[in-house]
């Protein structure tokens, strides 16, 4: 039921494999499809979720297969690591991860491996 959901657009469900018979029966993670479906359901939303949520809903309408890693959040295109935070999260749990970046909030402007968040929606 919940991949049809997810192939409604209603829902995005993140595995760490492309298919297999275990992400089948269990995915990683659940995420709303788009934001605007988590505030019909409930007035509070925890920040991080929010974030996460966007971030995987730009990134998978513009085309790009996202997956769960065992390090940081998104990985995305097999190649490239996002962890997605606020204006202060550091790189502590990715520094030692090849192109790994950070997706941040409540920042104007990226500085090398830091993106705003908000830029992501450009990709939509």
């Known amino acids: ?3 049809i959901l997810d192939r409604a657009n209603l829902l995005n469900i993140l595995s760490s494999e492309a298919a297999s018979l275990k992400n089948m029966a269990r995915p990683d993670k659940v995420y709303c499809d788009n934001t605007n479906i988590m505030y019909a ?5 925890d920040t991080g979720t929010k974030r996460e949520t966007f971030f995987l809903n730009q990134l998978r309408s513009a085309g790009h297969k ?3 890693p065992k390090q940081g959040d998104f990985l995305v295109d097999g190649k490239l690591l ?3 935070g606020g204006k202060q999260k550091a790189f502590d749990q990715i520094k030692d991860t090849p192109d790994s970046y ?3 909030d409540d920042e104007e402007v990226g500085r090398g491996n830091r993106i705003p968040l ?3 929606g450009f990709l939509y």
Do not use: H, P, R
Not at 41 to 45: D, G
């Open 66 to 68: 996202v997956f769960y």
């Open 102 to 104: 950070l997706a941040v």
């Open 1 to 3: 039921m919940l991949y």
């Open 118 to 120: 908000w830029m992501f």
């Open 41 to 45: 359901l409930t007035e509070s939303i």
């Open 82 to 84: 996002f962890k997605i």
